[in-house]
């Protein structure tokens, strides 16, 4: 009688599906671990961005200190200047005084061109004060200048840093909420039009100060700048957010 091929041996191994099932676990803990491995260096290579960022935002801040000591001295020079122009302004009146009197006493003693001469005496000193004056009020004007430019400097690195900081926010934290991005733009483009308001009643002070003082091209300079600068603002405000 025959041998049925369902009585024969069979050459299925009864281990093997454990074993597999063993292997695939195993993967998986690799898997796993390469991927914990990953997270950990995305990590830390966040936190070292985040130290490096908070780094330059310790340094911005101290230029920024700085920055504001320089700018208290500056108005307190600005105010001594004010001072001298004041004390200049009476010792002018002074010397008019001082001329009548002086012409008054010529013209007594009928010897009216010792009167014109010590006049041009007197002339070519208040012209030489007035010079000395003007020169000082151009350098305070530059300086002036220099330090808006400086302000209107730290104020965009301020935007940056938000900016930047928000990157590495992004980057440590992964995709971020699209209201939380709405509301980082809008906190962005805000202290972007205080920043250029700011810019543009700066630049109408110079204008008021250079026609002022005949001026006028430096004058018509200005008000330009403040124009542009309010239709930046203008159009940063106008923008519907995403």
Do not use: F
Not at 95 to 101: C, I
Not at 167 to 191: I, N
Request: hydrophobic share 35%.
């Amino acid at each position: 009688m025959g041998t049925d091929a369902l009585d024969g041996p069979s050459d299925a191994d009864p281990g093997a599906p454990a074993e597999n099932t063993r292997e695939h676990a195993d993967d998986r803990r690799r898997a796993d671990a390469e991927r914990a491995r990953t997270a950990d260096l995305r990590d830390a290579a966040a936190d070292r961005r985040k130290a490096v960022a908070d780094d330059r935002e310790a340094a911005a801040d101290r230029r920024e200190a700085i920055a504001d000591d320089r700018e208290a001295a500056a108005d307190a020079r600005e105010a001594v200047a004010d001072d001298r122009e004041a004390d200049a302004g009476t010792w002018e009146e002074k010397l008019a005084a001082r001329e009548r009197r002086l012409d008054a006493r010529h013209r007594a003693a009928g010897d009216p061109t010792a009167g014109a001469r010590e006049r041009s005496y007197e002339e070519l000193v208040r012209s030489q004060g007035l010079l000395a004056a003007g020169q000082e009020r151009l350098h305070r004007d530059r300086e002036t200048l220099r330090r808006k430019d400086e302000t209107d400097l730290r104020e965009q690195a301020a935007v940056d840093r938000e900016i930047e900081a928000a990157r590495v926010r992004m980057s440590g934290q992964g995709p971020e909420p699209l209201q939380t991005r709405r509301s980082r733009a809008v906190r962005l483009r805000e202290q972007a039009t205080e920043a250029i308001a700011a810019l543009a009643e700066a630049e109408d002070a110079l204008a008021r100060e250079c026609e002022q003082r005949g001026r006028a091209p430096e004058a018509a300079e200005h008000r330009q700048g403040a124009a542009r600068a309010r239709e930046a603002a203008a159009a940063l405000r106008v923008v519907t957010p995403p």
